[in-house]
């Protein structure tokens, strides 16, 4: 069977990541797989994708009245001869959608919508919405996001639970070496925050919290991973709260950070919503995970087992139980533990390939 992916590009991204993953995983003898960007094709799952021999081209389309783009993209999924095209993340899925209602459609591929996330408002929000509900197959990753697709009138026969996946890391990358990158102490004791430096990933909130507990030791730091446009106000409030001591590093969107996070006593997952994969990330690195309770987080974390959980935007509650994990390690290495088994048990990738591996064998 032929597969045609599109995702918006192959960096560092969650999308990119789970996209690269399956693309490499899948059985050779059973699929052909070809992958398009949107965007840049370097970055770390282009590389995964060009050292596995996964074609991988860029296909850039700028917006839906990009026609230009759009030919391009058609005749790249045509020439393909896909049986199915799998669009990773919103601009993927709408962009995906509109290239196939060319198509003659008694050959045309059938699409499975991956991480298309909640549109946004007004127009581009309707017309995101009403291209997801065309979708031959919906992917959600937990019962949280299903409900979220009902309600923007997916039908359920289409909609497909598959959890995301994650793989252990197996060595971390040179302590001396990353700390001298990111500017702090070979000694620090580090704790982990971000994932995306926005308002959504609670970047600011990150920020608070660290402040409420930092002169507990001033050994702390906490490293800020991944980039964003709330990065120069993190930096800002980090710097008005600490004055003279401040502690706050930004690691930047690295491509080693999943094995970086190792070195971390604790992740923090400071997110409204989502936060999936930054908890799954800390887990099978075996550290605990301290997080806002999202639906999609409640479904991940085992509160009281693998992390915990507190209110989102609770702030004090949060560096409560942080302090906790600080003051006393065996508890921390005993969650961190948990989570590394469970991060193993629930979330690997054999299990991840075989559910996509059934719904391309359902459509073709």
């Given amino acids: 069977m032929k597969l045609f992916f599109l995702t918006t590009d192959l960096g560092d991204g ?51 009245l990009d026609f230009s783009g759009m030919r391009r993209l058609r005749r790249a999924v045509q020439d393909s001869g896909a049986t199915v095209m799998h669009a990773f993340g919103a601009d993927a899925v709408l962009v995906a959608r ?4 060319r198509h003659d459609e008694s050959n045309a591929p059938r699409l499975v919508a991956t991480g298309a996330v909640i549109p946004g408002d007004g127009v581009s929000g309707w017309l995101a919405a009403r291209q997801l509900r065309r ?10 996001e299903g409900e979220r697709y009902q309600r923007l009138g997916v039908n359920g026969d289409r909609l497909t639970r598959i959890a995301p996946t994650v793989t252990l890391p197996q060595a971390a990358p040179d302590r001396a070496q990353f700390c001298r990158d990111v500017g702090v102490p070979e000694d620090a004791r580090l704790i982990f925050a971000g994932g995306r430096l926005d308002a959504a990933h609670g970047a600011r909130d990150a920020v608070g919290v660290f402040d409420m507990i930092r002169y507990s030791s001033p050994a702390l730091q906490l490293v800020l991973t991944g980039d964003g446009p709330d990065r120069e106000a993190a930096e800002g409030l980090g710097r008005a709260l600490s004055f003279d001591d401040y502690r706050i590093r930004f690691s930047g969107a690295r491509p080693d950070l999943a094995a970086a996070t190792l070195l971390a006593d604790q992740v923090w997952v400071t997110c409204v919503r989502g936060g999936e994969y930054l908890a799954l ?41 942080a302090q906790m994990l600080l003051a006393y390690p065996e508890t921390a290495a005993r969650m961190g533990e948990a989570g590394r088994v469970r991060a193993a048990d629930r979330f690997g990738a054999e299990r991840f390939v075989e559910q996509y591996t059934r719904v391309y064998q359902e459509l073709g």
Avoid: S
């Avoid at 969650?14 to 370097?42: I, S, W």
């Avoid at 309770?293 to 974390?301: A, V």
């Fill in 14 to 64: 969650d999308a990119a990541g789970q996209l690269a993953l399956l693309a490499r995983a899948l059985p050779r003898d059973r699929f052909e797989v070809v992958v398009g960007a949107l965007g840049p094709v370097t970055g770390t799952a282009g590389g995964a994708l060009r050292v596995a021999g996964v074609p991988a081209t860029a296909l850039p389309v700028r917006n839906v």
């Fill in 98 to 101: 509109l290239c196939l209602a």
């Fill in 135 to 144: 979708a031959d197959r919906v992917v959600a990753t937990g019962w949280a």
């Fill in 281 to 321: 990330r800390a887990m099978a690195a075996g550290k605990p995970v301290v997080a806002y309770h999202t639906p999609e987080l409640g479904e991940i974390i085992d509160d009281g087992v693998t992390g915990y959980l507190v209110p989102p935007g609770d702030r004090p509650a949060l560096a409560t139980k």
